[in-house]
C-alpha cells in the first residue's frame, strides 16, 4: 500500500461521498457547491492517472465556467426554485424515490458485473502498450504530445469543436436574450 | 499500483449516481448536475485508458473534446431553462407539460 494507492483512495472517497451528498441533500446550493467539490476530486483522480493537463482543464473549464453558470441561472431563476428545492425534503429511500434508486441500484449492479468480467487489467492492447513501453511517463513530459498530437493528428476534430463552441455561445446568447416584440 | 478496474469502478459508482439523481430529482437544475457527473464518469474512463496511449494520446484528448463538449452544452441548457423559468415560472421538468405559447 504505497502513497500513490493511499491517495487514490481518498480522492475516490471524497468524489462518490460529495456525488452522493448531492443526490442526498434537497437543498439546491448545497448540492451545487457539493457538485464543486466532486469535480476537484475528479481532478485529483485524471492527476493519479497520469493526465495533468486534463485536471487542470477540467478544474478551468468545469469549476471556473459551468459552476459558475449554474449559480448564475440558478440566482436569475428567483426565490421560486429554492423554495421549490426547499419544501422537496426527500429522504434517501422514500416511496417517491424507490423507482429511482431501484433503477441505479440495477444499473450498478449489472456494470459492475460488466466490469469484473470484462478484466480490463488483462487487454491485449493494455499489455502491448506495456510492453512497448507506450505508456504515458510520469516524469510530465507526456504534456508535449499533447502539443504535438493536438496540431497535427487530431487537428481536425480541433477546428470543429471550435466553431461548434462558438455556435453553442452565440446559440446561448440568442436563447436567453430578452425578447422584447413577439412576433 | 492503482490498476484500470479501480478507475472503472469509481466511474461506474459515479455513473449510477447520476443516473440516480436525473431520475429522482424534481429540479431542472439539479437534473443538469446528474447529467455532468454522468459525463464526467466516462471523461475518467476515457483518462484512464488513456494512459496507455503515448503515442497517439487518444484518450486524453477525446476527454479534452468532451469537456469542451459538455461546457457548450451547459451554456445552451441553462439558457433553455432560464426561457423555460420565464414562461412557466418554474423549472420543474413534470410541470412543463405545454408545446404552444
Known sequence: MNLVQILFYIMAFITLGSALVVAISGNLVRSIFMFFVTLFG????YVLALADFVAVTQIVIYVGGI???????????????????QQQTNRFISLSNAPAFLLAALFLVVMLNVVFKADVNNLPWVKVAIETKNVVPV???????????LMTRYLLPFEVISVLLMIALVGAAHLSRKEAIRT | MITLNDFMIVSVV??????????????????????????????????A?????????????????????????????????????????????????????
Open chain 1, 67 to 85: 459552476l459558475v453558470l449554474i449559480l448564475f441561472a440558478f440566482m436569475l431563476s428567483g426565490k421560486e426554485a429554492l423554495a421549490t428545492a
Open chain 1, 139 to 149: 516524469d510530465g513530459t507526456g504534456i508535449n504530445d499533447i502539443g504535438v498530437n
Open chain 2, 14 to 47: 459515479l455513473f449510477c449516481i447520476g443516473l440516480f439523481i436525473i431520475v429522482s430529482k424534481k429540479n431542472a437544475i439539479q437534473i443538469l448536475i446528474g447529467i455532468e457527473l454522468m459525463l464526467n464518469a466516462a471523461i475518467l474512463n476515457l483518462v
Open chain 1, 42 to 45: 475528479l481532478a485529483g483522480l
Open chain 2, 49 to 101: 485508458f488513456g494512459k496507455y496511449d503515448r503515442a497517439n494520446n487518444g484518450g486524453q484528448m477525446f476527454a479534452l473534446f468532451a469537456i469542451v463538449l459538455a461546457a457548450a452544452t451547459t451554456a445552451v441548457a441553462l439558457a433553455i431553462i432560464l426561457n423555460v423559468y420565464r414562461q412557466y415560472r418554474t423549472i420543474n421538468p413534470d410541470k412543463v407539460n405545454q408545446l404552444k405559447d
